[in-house]
């Protein structure tokens, strides 16, 4: 059984959070493994979302106990980490976890360390001041995602459900990523090196023709 941690505190992405819970929902009806999620705060409760309540199920001193660590993207992303947070993902790390960022939950793991050396993204907006407070990251600014081995990083919004789908692929194979994607209805794969946006403009001289 797998059992995911969700990060939540002051600041948290809501729509992070819930992207996560989708996710690792339980579908065991339709032949997937059935997820254990927790929720881990600093503080009892955390209400991020006012028209669903977000509660801590765990303290942050069970990251050792998770399969995977998700870190949700923060509303004030420049904004100094939380060190109690830093030291947990400091510590699923030492402990062999996985550790997944969406959006601009990547300063946090760039905060403890974890990106030293590593490809990361993070949302475009904030690409390169990640890249000037974490020199020693290589920032893959236009990637939806990137990774490898136990450390993981998603661009903004959507970007972190097609890191979900691709690890959920990686773990439960292809069939369940189709099966997740599908009730989410959401495209199955898009690669991480697919670029975070386009240029759409329409040049004049082809409004002219």
Known sequence: M???????????????????????????????????????????????????????????????ELDILIVPGSEEPLAECHSQEVAAVARAASAGILVVSLCTGAFTLAAA?????????????????????????????????????????????TAGVDLLLHLVRLDWGASAAETVAKAMVTPVFRPGTQAQFADTSIPKRALQN
Do not use: M
């Open 113 to 157: 360390g974890l990106l030293d050396g590593r490809n990361a993204t993070t949302h475009w907006r904030f690409a390169d001041e990640l890249a000037r407070r974490y020199p020693h990251i290589h920032v893959q600014s236009r990637d939806l995602y990137c990774g490898e081995g136990r450390v993981w990083t998603s661009a903004g919004v």
């Open 2 to 64: 797998t059992t995911v941690g969700i990060l939540v505190g002051p600041g948290r992405r809501a729509f992070d959070i819930e992207v996560a819970r989708e996710v690792y929902d339980d579908r065991s009806d339709r032949g997937l493994p059935r997820p254990t999620v927790r929720i881990l705060a600093a503080k009892k409760i955390t209400d991020l979302d006012p028209l669903r309540s977000i509660r801590r199920t765990h303290d942050l001193s069970t990251v050792a």
